[in-house]
């Protein structure tokens, strides 16, 4: 790795925390930088979900004042992500490149329109009006999502926090502050048994998880701090018009 390549890399690895923190995505940029130095696809994502995961704790320590009464959900959505991400994990490892590859722009696209289109739709499903998205999922039925979201979690990770968030919204967690502090915490959660499982299998490329782990765990506390600042609605619309537009980037790459 070239000391352009590096530098590089550390930009990108900021970038990603922050957007990481505000909302979720911030593989998208970590990826496609390790790739470009040469890095296996692979090889480039778990390297990316370990050196993601202190940005999780720094941004998890960010929102602990609006983890505030969400103790009990949060511990119960926990099992299911240890669970789902641990089933991802070796799912990855034992993936050829073809496959991974192809799966790559679907699942992206899935997080995408279920963020955009989750709430609305489960309004209409429900026989919309007022408060029609304050209703919750049975919490069965809750884990059973979670448990898929972190299977995809394990396997992947671009766009977790996405698809967390779009899971959220279906459950009736409105405030954007809220679903952004449980997802920093489940993030924990799932991506530290994860970066357990990668590194136990030898998949890390540990000089350029370095420099993204640098880069990431600053990011992600100032984005946190940032966030929170910010009106809801505008965070969503940002959340949102992220998705689209690295959902479509990743459509390109694999035409």
Do not use: C
């Not at 790559?104 to 489960?122: D, K, N």
């Not at 979670?146 to 459950?171: D, K, R």
């Not at 993030?187 to 994860?194: I, K, P």
Request: glycine residues 14%; positive net charge.
């Amino acid at each position: 790795m070239t000391l352009a390549q590096g530098l590089v890399l550390l930009l990108a690895s900021f970038g990603a925390g922050v957007l990481k923190a505000v909302a979720g995505g911030g593989t998208f940029l970590i990826f496609p930088a390790l790739m470009s130095t040469g890095v296996d696809p692979i090889r480039a994502n778990a390297t990316s979900t370990v050196a993601l995961w202190p940005g999780d704790v720094a941004s998890a320590l960010a929102y602990r004042r609006e983890m505030e009464g969400q103790g009990r959900l949060a511990a119960s959505l926990g099992v299911a992500s240890l669970l789902g991400g641990a089933v991802g994990a070796i799912l990855l490892l034992n993936s050829s490149r073809a496959t991974f590859s192809a799966l790559v722009p679907a699942m992206l696209l899935m997080a995408t329109l279920l963020f955009t289109f989750g709430g609305p739709l489960l309004a209409r499903l429900r026989g919309g009006g007022p408060g029609a998205e304050d209703r919750t999922l049975p919490l069965g039925v809750s884990l059973v999502l979670q448990f898929l979201v972190s299977i995809y979690g394990g396997y992947f990770g671009a766009g977790l926090g996405i698809l967390m968030l779009a899971l959220f919204s279906v459950m009736g967690l409105k405030n954007i502050h809220k679903a952004n502090a449980l997802k920093s915490v489940l993030g924990v959660l799932l991506n530290g048994l994860v970066t357990a499982i990668f590194v136990s299998a030898d998949a890390i490329a540990w000089e350029h998880g370095a420099l993204v782990t640098a880069g990431t765990t600053s990011g992600s506390f100032l984005g946190a701090a940032v966030a929170r600042k910010l009106n809801p609605d505008r965070v969503r619309a940002f959340v949102g018009a992220t998705a689209w537009v690295l959902t479509g980037y990743y459509f390109w790459r694999a035409a």
